[in-house]
C-alpha cells in the first residue's frame, strides 16, 4: 500500500468517475493539464476500466490521494509516457481544491510515488513539466530533488501571450 500517516495513495475505482469528471473538465486547470477540450463521463469510464491493464500494458498510472485519517479524496498524481526500456516516466500531480494544498498532501504524494517508481519500478528518472509562472509547482517539485534541465521558450500559448516552460528530472541515486 502506498500510504504515511498523513496521505493514502490508491487506485482509482468506478466510483471516481464523478469527481474525476469535475476534475478534468475544470477549465482552470486546463493550461497545466495541456487539455483543451472536455472528457465525457463514457471516456473516464473507459479509462479506469483500462487502468487495471497496469502501467506495463497503458503506459500510464494514475493514483487518488486521499487523506489518510478522513478518507477525504482530495487529488491525483499520475505516472504518464512511461517508457520501460529507458526506464523512464513523466509525473503530473493535483491537490483540487485550494483549502487542501499546502497540508504537505503533494510533497507526501510526490515522496510515496517516487519511492514506487525508483524502488519497485526501478526507474531510472522521473521528469515534469511546468509552467514557468507556477512557482508553488516548482517549489515542490525542487524539494522532492527534482533539478531544472531545461527552459522551453515560449512554448505553451495562454491566448493572449506566450511562456516559457521549465523542463524538471529527477535521476535514481541508487542506479546506474
Known sequence: MLKNKNINLRAVEPYDVETLYKWENSSD??????TTVPISKHQLTQFVQEASLGIFETKQLRLIIDFTETK????????????PFHKRAGVGILVFNKEDRQKRAAFDSLNLLIDYAFNFLELHQ??????I?????LNLFKKVGFSVTAQKKEWFW????WLDEWFLQLLNPNRI
Open 29 to 34: 486547470l486546463w493550461r497545466i493539464s495541456n
Open 72 to 83: 477525504k479524496t482530495i487529488g491525483c498524481i499520475d505516472l504518464f509516457d512511461f517508457d
Open 126 to 131: 522521473l521528469y515534469c513539466n511546468i509552467l
Open 133 to 137: 509562472d507556477n512557482e508553488a509547482s
Open 158 to 161: 495562454t491566448g493572449k501571450y
